[in-house]
């Protein structure tokens, strides 16, 4: 493949109008009154089954989207957790049918993906079962490697799931995405200038070496803080991103995500160091078709993408941050010549 240009980020979806982002603000103060509340669970709940009392979460909102925790006390005094996430459009009918197309794969006994029991078109409502647990991503005990075992086999399983209508994510739209926030990086913070082009440089060469890949249902954002450990179960939320795509992309995106937590995250314990090869081991034994090249190459735009939020959350402490990953991500782009072994 060539690179293309530097161009604006290519995005899967369109940013919320100025309308559209008031009338979510107006939602998430209807949703929380009490009234509005008990008509919200009383279209989720199975028939028959009648709330006695609801209490209401706000816990967290976007531009696009906000996602609400329902308690709900039940006649016989069972209680029942309820996740509600309410989007601006109509954008979670996509979900809503992307959903159906993995029915079997949701979390039970099993591992497995967090899937809406049902979707509320005129609310723009999908409802889950509320998990409760830590994320992958604040578990660093022993447990983190046989969890990140399980993560991996999880995401395998999702890339083996049933070919469904999501958008196309191309390696072209990635790097596109890519070369817009070290363009932007350079803009605001020109003493970075000189070490990003070196490692663009690198990212060129290796953007010509990719195999080829037969595209996957993937995940689109995948990271440790998108699982949850209930006890007994570890589950994959938020499908929003999801795309047909080369399966390398997760892997790197996760890969890249879990190298930036442990080079800027200095306590972390010993174990720590072989976090990165235990899930990416993990997946190539669930996947053995998987190209190591590619996953390097995607692990390594991740971080050159990271770089860019590190510092726009941090406009004094993020450049110095940020310098680390811009050598990981070399190092990325490295073994891809190496044929991805290089890791």
């Given amino acids: 493949m060539t690179l293309p240009e530097l161009t604006l980020a290519t995005r899967l979806r369109s940013k919320p109008t100025r309308d559209q982002r008031k009338a979510l603000c107006a939602t998430i103060a209807s949703f929380q009154q009490p009234e509005t509340a008990l008509d919200l669970v009383r279209a989720c709940l199975p028939y028959g089954r009648i709330p006695q009392t609801v209490g209401c979460t706000v816990k967290s909102v976007h531009p696009d989207r906000f996602v609400l925790h329902m308690r709900v006390g ?63 991503s604040d578990i660093v005990d022993d447990r983190k490697l046989e969890l990140l075992r399980r993560a991996a086999m999880l995401v395998a399983d999702l890339h083996r799931a049933p070919l469904v209508a999501v958008p196309p994510l191309t390696a072209d739209m990635v790097v596109a995405d890519t070369l817009d926030r070290c363009g932007r990086l350079r803009y605001r913070w020109p003493s970075m200038a000189e070490s990003l082009e070196a490692v663009l440089a690198q990212a060129r060469r290796a953007a010509s070496g990719l195999d080829l890949a037969v595209p996957r249902l993937v995940h689109g954002d995948l990271a440790a803080g998108q699982f949850l450990w209930t006890g007994k179960r570890l589950v994959l939320l938020d499908l929003d991103a999801a795309a047909l795509a080369d399966p390398a992309y997760d892997v790197g995106h996760f890969l890249g995500q879990l190298e930036r937590r442990c080079v800027l995250d200095q306590t972390l314990p010993p174990h720590s160091r072989e976090w990165l090869s235990c899930f990416r081991n993990a997946y190539r034994s669930a996947m053995p078709g998987i190209s190591l090249r590619n996953v390097s190459f995607y692990h390594g735009l991740t971080l050159l993408r990271k770089m860019y939020t590190l510092c726009r959350r941090d406009t004094l402490g993020g450049p110095r941050l940020a310098a680390p990953l811009a050598e990981r991500a070399r190092a990325a782009f490295e073994a891809v010549a190496a044929g991805g072994e290089g890791r």
């Avoid at 005094?77 to 109509?90: I, T």
């Fill in 74 to 136: 039940l006649d016989g005094g069972e209680e029942r957790g309820l996740a509600l996430k309410v989007y601006a459009d109509d954008f979670g009918r996509n979900v809503w049918r992307l959903a159906n197309g993995l029915v079997g794969r949701e979390g039970s006994v099993h591992d497995g993906v967090c899937l809406p029991t049902r979707y509320l078109p005129e609310r723009r409502t999908l409802v889950f079962d509320w998990v409760e647990g830590p994320r992958l």
